[in-house]
């Protein structure tokens, strides 16, 4: 990255180079490049507009002046998730001090909004196409739930395994793993819309069915472990201690074994290492499909709906610190 910024200003004469980053403020592993370490041993860099770790570094405190490799101290930026925090970034191009602040993004903008009738133009002409989604019934949830609950962690990965195996033709899938944090909306409560799932799920993932040893799954659970845990069908149960080690581990209430395999459903997101999941990269394909997986949500949670059943889940944790 700095490299980049050095050819930036000594050859394409920028003045400025700021750092768009997607690596987090921190690594889970000691090592792992991150905005800290990259900031630190940087000449170059004035500014890094940050993300993924989902930090909320606040303006004003020291977390977000970090001194480079001169002494310098460049803003770091970060925003937290779900849209709930807008940042804002003024450069001044004379002097290049950082004017770096946070905006709520709550209730309070609403009126504001209606107000603004050049926006509200601009929108019209999207306005039917999203409604029509938005209002477009599927289902009903029996109960409601926030996005970062076990709940829900439950009830996607639990969809997936139903889902699965009528769609890649592998028999004998052993669990799901998901991601908790490509979960993006709560379920409400009563009737649930086309257009609420497709916010719940908005990525352009898909379902991959991946065939990993026991060996390879264990140091695929130690890495969810070390953040607390994921989502995870109830095909598994896991507990792990205070240093984030894997104590236990079973799948359909037997042990995992290192020497066998196992067949795992996820999303290529982290079949290809994402959310620091390398042992997955690890592991053989044996199926990618090419629909994304919210589609095949919705699909489901109409399937449901013929059937006369509601959305609903258990509130179990499957991962338990202990």
């Given at each position: ?7 930036l ?32 041993s ?103 739930w ?56 908005p ?28 989502a ?30 196992y ?10 290492g ?19 997986y ?16 509601k ?12």
């Amino acid at each position: 990255a700095d490299a980049t910024a050095r050819y930036l200003k000594e050859v394409q004469k920028v003045d400025y180079a700021v750092m768009v980053s997607h690596i987090g403020y921190d690594s889970y592993k000691p090592g792992d490049p991150n905005d800290s370490t990259i900031i630190a041993s940087s000449h170059y860099i004035d500014l890094v507009v940050g993300g993924h770790s989902h930090t909320v570094l606040k303006p004003g405190t020291a977390y977000c002046q970090i001194g480079n490799a001169d002494g310098k101290p460049i803003t770091v930026g970060q925003n937290g998730k779900s849209g709930k925090i807008v940042a804002v970034y003024d450069l001044d191009l004379e002097t290049g001090a950082v004017d770096y602040r946070h905006i709520a993004v709550d209730a309070s903008w609403d009126e504001a909004a209606r107000r603004y009738t050049a926006m509200n133009s601009w929108l019209d002409q999207y306005r039917h196409g999203v409604d029509s989604l938005m209002n477009s019934p599927v289902g009903e949830s029996a109960r409601s739930w926030k996005n970062s609950s076990a709940t829900s962690q439950n009830w996607v990965s639990d969809a997936t395994m139903a889902i699965i195996e009528t769609i890649s033709g592998v028999k004998g899938v052993d669990l799901a793993i998901m991601n908790k944090g490509g979960i993006r909306t709560d379920m409400p409560q009563g009737v649930v819309t086309e257009g609420l799932l497709d916010s719940m799920f908005p990525f352009d993932n898909r379902f991959v069915v991946l065939e990993l040893t026991g060996q390879q799954l264990l140091d695929a659970l130690q890495v969810m472990a070390g953040r607390g845990g994921d989502a995870v069908s109830k095909e598994l149960r896991a507990t792990f201690n205070d240093k984030g080690q894997i104590t236990q581990a079973k799948v359909k209430g037997k042990k995992i074994k290192p020497e066998r395999t196992y067949k795992v459903v996820t999303i290529d997101y982290l079949a290809n290492g994402g959310d620091y999941m390398v042992p997955f990269t690890r592991g053989k394909r044996l199926f990618v499909d090419e629909e994304k997986y919210g589609k095949h949500i919705i699909n489901y949670v109409r399937s449901l709906t013929a059937a006369g059943k509601k959305i609903d889940s258990t509130d179990e944790v499957r991962m338990v610190k202990k």
